[in-house]
């Protein structure tokens, strides 16, 4: 991941007109808070991953641009040791490895895997080929929006210095000038921690799992049955609950499915709710692979689709990889060629399997490593299969939109949570006060 340009964005009047009267920009915050609302930059970002990319949208959601998609990247054992330097003994043996060709046997375990899935396309989804290759080999350039003020906090959190040589008479070709090095190479370090993963406490993740992700545990046998969703779907979601706010009392009337009180609080607030005072709000538990949850982020701004309770590193581990959705043409037990298909399946999903064995071995044995290894760099070897699990508010009157994504695992996801958020609005129309 490199920066490699920056443009402003916006107008630059206010802040052009302070410099030519010899304004120091960083020691007058107020006028920085007006330039702030005229002008902002954009960070041209090459060589972005994939995991970067999913950490990076979870930041700027549908503000952050993909600009180009890059072909896979095969990389060498060599380049593997410099990113993950050092080795360990192997237990019961007198050799050591070194953490690169631990590392490098991983990732090409699932990128020979997936690259056979890709000649199989008779029986492999060709849009899953790509789950299926880590997020390490997958790589972008981005470009993302970074405001004035932030620009010049970080600059002057380093060296203040480095304000006067950017911001100065000579600006704006200050900022293709040398002296813009040292300003990339702080936005990096900042960019570096934007994308470390995410961790919560064992007993935030506990809590997490127990309040917010509950309904996940019933997905299979409650939720999918009932909207008879066929098997080997990608996600999995479920109904947390749903409000309206009363414009009149002031009064936030909220139904919860965690442990409701069904004889009296439930059926009182389900009353209040008939008046339309408000939209009706729902809240849903969704589980996405990584690659439908980047592209989920990336499409719709905060305000149209609300998203809290992400899931930690931890969560995505512990949800491994369940995929059975490798079938493209029907076939039935009275098909020539039945059985021959479900034996090559059956072959994927021992690879599968075995693939994802080698990577949740290496993965710890690297973490340990005694130099100084970026845990990020250590989870982009993950295939992007892998779940993460948020939840999502939306309203009764803005729910449908989502359906008509382009992606069609997103699409179908939502056209489920549609029918749920339907029966509850017709369910509340019929209730009496």
Not at 151 to 156: K, P
Not at 193 to 218: C, E, G, H, M, W
Not at 316 to 332: A, L, P, Q, R, V
Not at 388 to 415: E, G, Q, W, Y
Request: with cysteine; charged share 20%; glycine share 2%.
């Amino acid at each position: 991941m490199q920066i490699t340009n920056i443009q402003p964005s916006g107008s630059s009047n206010i802040l052009l007109w302070a410099l030519s009267n010899n304004v120091k920009i960083n020691e007058d915050e107020p006028l920085m808070r007006l330039i702030n609302d005229e002008l902002s930059y954009i960070l041209t970002i090459e060589d972005v991953n994939f995991f970067e990319l999913f950490r990076l949208t979870q930041v700027y959601r549908d503000t952050l641009r993909i600009t180009q998609t890059h072909d896979i990247v095969i990389p060498t054992q060599n380049d593997l040791t410099e990113i993950y330097p050092g080795s360990r003994e192997l237990p019961d043996q007198s050799d050591s490895v070194e953490y690169g060709e631990l590392a490098y046997h991983a990732i090409t375990t699932f990128i020979n895997l997936s690259m056979q899935m890709n000649v199989d396309i008779d029986i492999i989804h060709t849009d899953a080929t790509k789950l299926f290759i880590p997020m390490i080999s997958r790589r972008f350039d981005i470009k993302i929006p970074i405001q004035f003020i932030d620009l010049i906090s970080a600059i002057s959190a380093v060296n203040e210095e480095d304000i006067d040589r950017i911001f100065n008479a000579e600006y704006p070709s200050t900022l293709d000038s040398p002296s813009k090095d040292n300003m990339f190479n702080i936005l990096q370090l900042q960019l570096i921690n934007l994308t470390q993963i995410v961790r919560y406490s064992q007993r935030y993740d506990k809590y997490l799992n127990a309040v917010k992700y509950f309904p996940l545990k019933a997905y299979d046998k409650v939720t999918r049955e009932d909207l008879k969703i066929v098997d080997g779907t990608l996600y999995k979601f479920g109904l947390l609950g749903f409000s309206r706010y009363n414009n009149v009392s002031k009064e936030d009337i909220k139904y919860s499915m965690f442990k409701p009180d069904l004889n009296t609080s439930a059926i009182t607030a389900i009353a209040k709710m008939k008046i339309p005072t408000a939209p009706l709000k729902f809240e849903f538990v969704i589980q996405l692979p990584i690659h439908y949850m980047q592209m989920l982020l990336n499409s719709y701004t905060r305000d149209e689709l609300e998203i809290f309770y992400e899931s930690s590193m931890a969560n995505i581990i512990d949800g491994s990889i369940s995929y059975e959705n490798f079938k493209t043409s029907e076939y039935t037990e009275v098909d020539e060629g039945y059985q021959e298909y479900i034996n090559q399946v059956d072959a994927y999903r021992v690879r599968i399997t075995e693939a994802n064995q080698l990577m949740l071995t290496a993965i710890p044995l690297l973490l340990e490593s005694d130099d100084i290894v970026d845990t990020t760099s250590v989870f982009s070897m993950l295939p992007s299969i892998y779940k993460t699990t948020c939840v999502i508010r939306v309203t009764a009157d803005n729910a449908n939109k989502f359906a008509l994504h382009i992606d069609p695992v997103i699409s179908d996801m939502f056209l489920n949570i549609n029918r749920i958020i339907d029966k509850i609005v017709l369910s509340i129309a019929k209730s009496s006060v």
